[in-house]
């Protein structure tokens, strides 16, 4: 076992959803969400944050980098909901998972950016 896999070992469980486009019971197209993976690990890394008040309602915007084994299929797009720890129940927005490899990337992850609203 290398090290990064024990790294990534210790990390959170999570599920991941994927848009699927379908359509109601009326025949008007409809965007939905369906499980694409089931307990996968991850480590979330909390990057920068935002805090706003608008109509008299405050929001915390969190970005985050996402940490998952090399080859496991994450898109943008795609939703992260962790089943454990600080983030739990919480839904992850995959917005960029080109970051993927690279030489300044941990060998052995795959990294993407993900953005929730707590």
Known sequence: MSIDSMRIGHGTRCRTT?????????????????????????????????????????????????????????????????QEGDWEGKTLDVQDSSAIGGPTRPLGYQVVDAEVTV
């Open 18 to 82: 994927r848009p699927t486009n379908t359509v109601d019971d009326g025949g008007s197209p409809v965007e939905t969400f369906n499980t694409h993976l089931s307990s996968v690990t991850l480590k979330i890394d909390r990057q920068s944050g935002e805090e706003s008040i608008r109509y008299r309602r405050e929001t915390n915007r969190q970005q985050l980098k996402c940490f998952f084994q090399k080859g496991t299929d994450i898109l943008e797009g795609d939703r992260i909901i962790p």
